[in-house]
């Protein structure tokens, strides 16, 4: 059974910095690209960042680019995305998405599976 488990969301004020998780089981992982799919409220569904197998490929999307970082860790089964200098417009509910295909999964975010999805609050 697959599963993908995001933790590490929070409440944080503007400029802090949080580290998300995702724990994935079930499959085999390094025959996935991964990435966060961000979903704020009255706003459409976001891919912030993936990562491709091994890490070769790696995508940000504008709003985030030089703020967040993704990786993986294949020995695991984790996806990490490091949020720093953070803003209110990035809360939202952060989704770990993966995907066989890395350019379909930034261009669609489309995940065959979805985890709960971990909250991200930013005060300002």
């Known amino acids: 059974q697959v599963q993908l488990v995001e933790s590490g969301g929070g409440l944080v004020q503007e400029g802090g910095s949080l580290r998300l998780s995702c724990a994935a089981s079930?499959?085999?992982?390094?025959?996935?690209?991964f990435g966060w799919v961000r979903q704020a409220p009255g706003k459409e569904r976001e891919v912030v960042a993936a990562i491709a197998r091994f890490g070769v490929s790696i995508f940000y999307a504008d709003s985030v680019k030089g703020r967040f970082a993704i990786s993986r860790d294949d020995a695991e089964n984790m996806v990490y995305l490091q949020l720093n200098s953070l803003k209110s417009e990035d809360t939202g509910v952060y989704y770990c998405?993966?995907?066989?295909?890395?350019?379909?999964?930034?261009?669609?975010?489309?995940?065959?599976?979805w985890g709960q999805g971990t909250q991200v609050t930013v005060s300002s």
């Open positions: 079930g499959g085999a992982f390094n025959r996935f690209a």
């Open positions: 998405a993966r995907n066989p295909d890395y350019n379909n999964l930034i261009s669609s975010g489309e995940s065959d599976y």
